[in-house]
C-alpha cells in the first residue's frame, strides 16, 4: 500500500464514516494529506483529515478521528491505527501490506513513479535562451540542468512538453559581437562596449580564413558577413555544448522571425486596437498596469522602432497560436520584471493570465580555493559551462545545479564536489545505486530464482523505513511537477541513499545467505527490495538527467 492507496482508502473510508453518521461527506478534499511522522515510534503515516472537516460536520476533531480509527482498525492492510494530539490519526500498516510496495515498485519499473497529474496538458518549456555572442556562462547552464530536469518531470505526470531555445538573433549585442570580430580581424583593441575573449579571436580567425577578402569588403558588407557567420558558429557551439551537457530542444525559435513575419507589428495593432496601448510622448506604451504590472511599458518608441517588449508579446501569442496551454519562461536574476509585464500582456490580449509562469534563477559562482571566480563575458573573464563540466564533470554539474531552489545561489566548491566520498551528495547517490548493482550481481550465484519471497517478512524497522521512503517517490515527482522545483527529486535520493547505505550496512539485514546457508523466503524478500531501491534510484536520477552507474 503506498502513500497514494492509503490516501485513496483513507478517504473513502471517511465518506463511509460520515454518511453511515448523517453526516455530509461532501467537506471532505479531493486529496487526502498522508505524511510520514518524524518519529517513527508515532507510526508509519499519519493525517490530519479529521482535523480539517470536523468543525464542518457539527462534531469533534479527536471524536471523528476515533470513528476513523475504529473503521480503519477493520480493514485490510492496516494493522492499527491511533488518535494523537487534537485530532491527529496515526496509522501503522501491516507488513504485508507494506511490503506490498515493493512489488508494486518491481512491477511498474521505469514507469514507477510517474503520474497523471498534468495528462493532456501542452507546455512550452522555455530555457536558457542564451544570446549567441559567446559560451554559455554559469547562470545558463544552470538552467540547462534545470529546465531540462523539469521537462523530464512535467512529462513524468503526463504533459505533452516542448523544450523551446528563443534565438535571440537580432538587435545592439548582435551588433556589438559582430563589431568586436571585426576588431579582432583587424587587430584592433576590442571595443570599449564590445566582447572580450579567445573564443572571439577563433571564430574570427575562422571567417578571415573562409573568406580571405572579407577584410577588404565595403563596411557594411564586411560586418554583415561577420555578424551572420560569427552568429552561426556561435550558436552551433553552443548548441554543441548543450548536447554534450545532456541538454537538447525541440525548437529553435529564431527571435528575427517574429519581425519578418510580420508578428510584431499585428500584435501590436491588435492591441490599438483593443485599446490596451495608449500614445504618449511620441510613443506607444501598453496599459499594463491595468492588469497587475508596476508600470506602464513602451512597445513602440518615439522614433517608431519596437521596443524589445514587443518582441515579447509577439512571441507569446505565437506560443499560444501554436497551442500550448502553459508558457514556461525560465529567466536569470536580473528579469523580475518580466513576470508582471508578460502576465499583463497575456491579459491585455483577453487570455489568462496563468497560462503564462516565469521562473527567475539566482546566481552561481564557483569556488576555487576558497575564492569565487568572477564571470564576466564582456571582459573575457567568464566561466562557462565547459569550464565546470573539465572541472567536475556532467553527472555532478547536473546535480549541483539542480539539487538547489533556483530561488536561491549557488557557491560550488570544487573540493566537494571531485570527492569519491559521502560529503558529496551526488557521489553518495549515485553509490548507492551501484552498491545495490553490485548485491543483485552477487545473487547470482545463490539460486535466489527458485525461492518465492514473503514480503511480510519485512517487517524490521528498517526495512520498514527505507520501504516507506520508496513509497514516496511517486509523492515526490507530483510535487516537484507541481511546485516546478526538480530540486525536490535530488533531496529525496539523498534521503533514499541515506535510509538505504545503512540498511545495506547492518548484518541483521543480509540479503545474501552466509557460507552454505540455503537461501530463504526472507532474502528473497530482501533482494527483492534492493533491486525495488536500484530501480528507484535509478529512476529518480534519470529525472535530473544524471547517470546511474553500476560500479564506482
Known sequence: ?????????????????????????????????????????????????????????????????????????????????????????????????????????????????????????????????????????????????????????????????????????????????????????????????????????????????????????????????FRREGVEQMFAQIKQDLHDFGTDFDVYFNESSLFASGAVEQAVEQLKNSGNLYEKDGAWWIASTEFGDDKDRVVLKSDGNAAYIAGDIAYFQNKRSRGFDLAIYMLGADHHGYIGRLKAAAAAFGDNPDTVEVLIGQMVNLVRDGKAVKMSKRAGTVVTLNDLVEAIGVDASRYVLVRSSVNSSIDIDLDLWTKASSENPVYYVQYAHARTCRIIDNAKAFGFDAVAPDFALLNSDREGDLIRTLGDFPRVVATAADTREPHRIARYLEELAGVYHPFQSDDDMRVLPKGDDAVTPLNAARLELVRATRQVLANGLGLLGVSAPERM
Open 1 to 225: 500500500m503506498t502513500p497514494a492507496d492509503l490516501a485513496d482508502l483513507l478517504r473513502a473510508t471517511a465518506a463511509k464514516v460520515l454518511v453511515d453518521r448523517g453526516l455530509d461527506s461532501s467537506v471532505l478534499p479531493e486529496q487526502v494529506t498522508v505524511e510520514r511522522p518524524r518519529n517513527p515510534e508515532h507510526g508509519d503515516y499519519a493525517t490530519n483529515v479529521a482535523m480539517q472537516v470536523a468543525k464542518r460536520v457539527g462534531t469533534n476533531p479527536r471524536e471523528l478521528a476515533g470513528w476513523l480509527a475504529e473503521a480503519l482498525a477493520a480493514t485490510d492492510g492496516i494493522d492499527a491505527a491511533d488518535v494523537a494530539g487534537p485530532g491527529f490519526l496515526n496509522i501503522r500498516l501491516a507488513a504485508s501490506a507494506q511490503g506490498a510496495i515493493v512489488a508494486q515498485i518491481l512491477a511498474a519499473a521505469q514507469s514507477y513513479g510517474t503520474g497523471s497529474t498534468l495528462t493532456g496538458t501542452k507546455i512550452n518549456l522555455e530555457f536558457v535562451s542564451a544570446n549567441p555572442t559567446g559560451p554559455v556562462h554559469l547562470g545558463g547552464t544552470r538552467w540547462a540542468a534545470v529546465g531540462d530536469a523539469l521537462g523530464r518531470i512535467l512529462a513524468a505526470e503526463g504533459a505533452e512538453v516542448t523544450r523551446e531555445y528563443y534565438f535571440n538573433d537580432n538587435g545592439a549585442q548582435i551588433d556589438r559581437f559582430a563589431n568586436s570580430l571585426v576588431a579582432a580581424a583587424l587587430g584592433e583593441p576590442t571595443p570599449a562596449d564590445g566582447y572580450a575573449g579567445e573564443y572571439i579571436k577563433e571564430i574570427s580567425a575562422s571567417i578571415v580564413a573562409a573568406h580571405p577578402d572579407v577584410l577588404s569588403l565595403p563596411e557594411q558588407q564586411r560586418h554583415e558577413l
